[in-house]
């Protein structure tokens, strides 16, 4: 596998005090790791003479992602404390490192950085936004660090120095698109937010119409963070699609709903599919202003199975009983139980060590059981849609049945042969 194949909701939220204090659990390096640093001329400043081992968790907790991805902060703290009261990875305690990326590519690289530099942690878990994580994969590459990336995305990458834990394109774009297919969906209107993620999927979503007889009646884009989608909503409206294909990140979504809502817009004449829509921005959204409306993810809260009831469980408790559990949150959370069992298998937390011992290594998360492909360092993933009902929650309205080996480069999809 190659170092780097690629060609190519404003609410304030507040951090949960016991993450902020998480966060000042930073001390100074120690012995270096003396295990190989696979092949970069890197040099590791993780120390593992100590009783703990550092981490990163590297979110945004302000700017236009911070209603995201302050909740994905959270469930990698529970999965941290979680294994530090079962006795923690190989006899060590682990310490979290909190930083935030400020809603900012250029901060997330200076972040990463920092933590793999200065702060000498063994792994980074973070990132939401391609933007950001584009951002950060030349420094964990040219510094030889790990990062644990929790968020479906694109495809079309992969990287040694990357455990990409969120779904891939035909891990969750491509149920969608065969969904609304098998319900006869024969148009659809693309609106994204305008950087890597939604520009790329959407060449995507363009090349498999085109394979499957659907019409694209329109692509717009707004920047992150945008509030105004009168005249965005109005193309929708007037273009009459069978169905919007939504891939807005951040609060932008909030504006755009209610948008969608105030311009008599409904769900049951044409829906809109989301792939970054899940159970926290609902609230901020406000679900009367989304109820009917269709997402494809991996998880949901209201998956039933134990592990994920005991997951629910342990979040409300730690967080809030208000609080929703969400697909980013879950995968976050297996992702540090996944670099855990890793570690183990290799006996080792140096970065070749732990690259090596991947491929197969897997864990019961909420939304199933996951198995890492060491070949390009992502998951299998069971592919869900969901439908948004007016508590709030999302309920899996079909599901894969097993899960789906990643193809990060839609190589199983003649159609796709042009955009690799």
């Not at 979504?253 to 969608?260: G, I, K, L, M």
């Not at 360092?377 to 993933?381: F, G, Q, R, Y």
């Given at each position: 596998m190659s170092d780097s194949r690629s060609k190519r909701l404003r609410r304030a939220i507040a951090v949960p005090a016991a993450i902020a204090l998480a966060g000042l659990l930073v001390t100074a390096c120690g012995a270096k790791d003396d295990a190989s640093t696979g092949g970069s001329d890197a040099a590791s400043c993780v120390d593992t003479s100590q009783p703990t081992i550092k981490v990163g968790s590297l979110h945004s907790l302000s700017g236009t992602m911070a209603i995201s991805e302050v909740t994905v902060a959270n469930s990698t703290k529970l999965a941290v404390d979680q294994i530090n009261a079962a006795g923690g990875v190989l006899g060590k305690q682990i310490q979290i490192v909190l930083e935030d990326g400020a809603s900012d590519p250029k901060t997330f690289a200076e972040k990463a950085e920092k933590l793999i530099s200065s702060d000498c942690v063994a792994?980074?878990?973070g990132g939401w936004?391609?933007?950001s994580r584009k951002a950060m994969k030349p420094k964990f590459e040219s510094l030889n660090s790990l990062l644990y990336y929790p968020v479906q995305y694109e495809g079309l990458e992969d990287s040694k120095n990357i455990f990409y834990t969120g779904a891939t394109t035909n891990q969750q774009i491509i149920p969608a698109l065969d969904y609304l297919k098998q319900k006869g969906v024969k148009?659809?209107?693309l609106v994204g937010s305008d950087y890597v993620f939604p520009q790329t999927a959407n060449r995507e979503i363009k090349a498999y119409a085109a394979a499957n007889g659907i019409e694209i009646k329109g692509e717009d884009y707004t920047p992150l963070g945008s509030t105004d989608f009168s005249t965005i909503v109005n193309k929708v409206r007037t273009a009459d699609a069978d169905a919007v294909f939504n891939t807005l990140n951040g609060d932008s979504?909030?504006?755009?709903?209610?948008?969608?809502t105030n311009a008599g817009l409904k769900a049951a004449d044409m829906p809109v599919v989301s792939v970054s829509i899940a159970e926290e921005e609902v609230a901020g959204i406000g679900a009367q202003n989304i109820?009917?409306?269709l997402t494809a993810w991996n998880y949901y809260q209201t998956v039933d199975s134990p592990e994920n009831k005991a997951f629910v469980a342990a979040y409300k408790a730690a967080f809030g009983a208000d609080?929703?559990?969400s697909d980013p949150m879950e995968a976050a959370y297996a992702s540090v139980f996944l670099w855990k069992n890793t570690v183990e298998k290799a006996n080792s937390f140096a970065v070749a060590d732990v690259q090596g011992a991947a491929d197969g290594v897997s864990f019961a998360a909420p939304e199933g059981p996951v198995t890492i492909d060491g070949k390009n360092?992502?998951?299998?993933?069971t592919a869900r849609i969901g439908e948004i009902r007016p508590d709030g929650l999302i309920y899996t309205v079909w599901d894969s049945g097993s899960p789906i080996k990643p193809d990060?480069?839609?190589e199983s999809y003649p159609w796709a042969d042009g955009l690799r």
């Open positions: 792994a980074v878990f936004t391609s933007s148009s659809l209107y979504n909030v504006a755009f709903f209610r948008e969608y109820a009917g409306q609080k929703p559990t360092h992502h998951i299998t993933k990060p480069y839609l």
